[in-house]
C-alpha cells in the first residue's frame, strides 16, 4: 500500500551544527506535507507544513523542501540545541478535505552537548 | 484555553476488561482522530470521524471501537478483543480543509498498561 518512510530512524548531531532529517513519501495523490515533533511522553506538534506548489518554505530555524521529482521531503534545523531532541515525524495529506493522513515511523534525534 | 485533552494520562486495566479512553476538543474542529504508538515506532491510525455519528476504520481497528455522539468528543474503547492493548494512545484533531493550516492539533496522550 502506499505509505510514507524516514531513512534515517536516529539521528546524531553535535549542538550547533545542522540537521537534516529526510522522509520519502509514496502517494502521487499527496498535497500536503507536515514535520511534527514529539517529545518523549507527549503527543506530536505541528512544526511546519508545505503545499506542493512550493519546493521550500522557511521557518524559525527550520526549513522544509519538497521535492515531488522523487517524492521526497526534508526538514533542516539550523544550529541545533539540546531542545531539539525528539523524534521527528512527517505527514502526508490527501483526500477532498486533506482528512487522510498518514505518518512516516518517525525519525529520532539527539543532540550532543 | 482552546485544546484537546485526553484522559486519565496513565490507565492499567486486567485482561479480559474492557476500557474507554477519552478525548475532548474545544477547538471545533470537525474531524478527529485515534493512533495508536508502541514504543519506538510511529503512529498507526485506528479510527477517524469527519462528522458526527459517523466515523471510519484505520489501519489497526480490530478491537477497539469508537462513538461520535458530539462534535467534540470522540472516545476510544479497548475491548478485551484487542490482543496486545498495551501501548500509547493519542488522540487528534483537525479542520477539514478551507483555511491555511490543516495540520492535526494532539492530546498529551493516555498511556495504557495491561496487567
Known amino acids: 500500500g502506499e505509505s510514507v518512510g524516514l531513512h534515517l530512524p536516529t539521528l546524531s548531531v553535535q549542538e550547533g551544527d545542522n540537521s537534516i532529517i529526510n522522509c520519502a513519501y509514496s502517494n502521487s495523490a499527496s498535497d500536503y506535507f507536515i514535520w511534527y515533533k514529539q517529545e518523549s511522553g507527549k503527543g506530536p506538534q505541528f512544526i511546519i507544513d508545505i503545499r506542493s506548489n512550493m519546493d521550500k518554505r522557511q521557518g524559525q530555524r527550520v526549513t522544509v523542501l519538497l521535492n515531488k521529482t522523487v517524492k521526497h521531503l526534508s526538514l533542516q534545523i539550523a544550529a541545533t540545541q539540546p531542545g531539539d531532541s525528539a523524534v521527528y515525524f512527517c505527514?502526508?495529506?490527501?483526500?477532498?478535505?486533506?482528512?487522510?493522513?498518514?505518518f512516516g515511523p518517525g525519525t529520532s534525534l539527539s543532540v550532543i552537548p | 484555553d482552546g485544546g484537546i485533552t485526553q484522559s486519565p494520562k496513565y490507565l492499567f486495566r486486567k485482561e479480559g476488561q474492557n476500557v474507554t479512553l477519552s478525548c475532548e476538543q474545544n477547538l471545533n474542529h470537525d474531524a478527529m482522530y485515534w493512533y495508536r504508538q508502541d514504543p519506538g515506532q510511529g503512529l498507526r491510525l485506528i479510527y477517524y470521524s469527519q462528522i458526527v455519528n459517523d466515523f471510519q476504520k484505520g489501519d489497526i481497528a480490530e478491537g477497539y471501537s469508537v462513538s461520535r455522539e458530539k462534535k467534540e468528543s470522540f472516545p476510544l474503547t479497548v475491548t478485551s478483543a484487542q490482543k496486545n492493548p498495551t501501548a500509547f494512545y493519542l488522540c487528534?484533531?483537525?479542520?477539514?480543509?478551507?483555511?491555511?493550516?490543516?495540520?492535526?492539533?494532539f492530546g498529551p496522550g493516555t498511556r495504557l498498561t495491561v496487567l
Open positions: 505527514a502526508e495529506n490527501f483526500g477532498t478535505s486533506y482528512d487522510k493522513v498518514i
Open positions: 487528534a484533531s483537525k479542520p477539514l480543509a478551507g483555511g491555511d493550516y490543516n495540520e492535526q492539533f
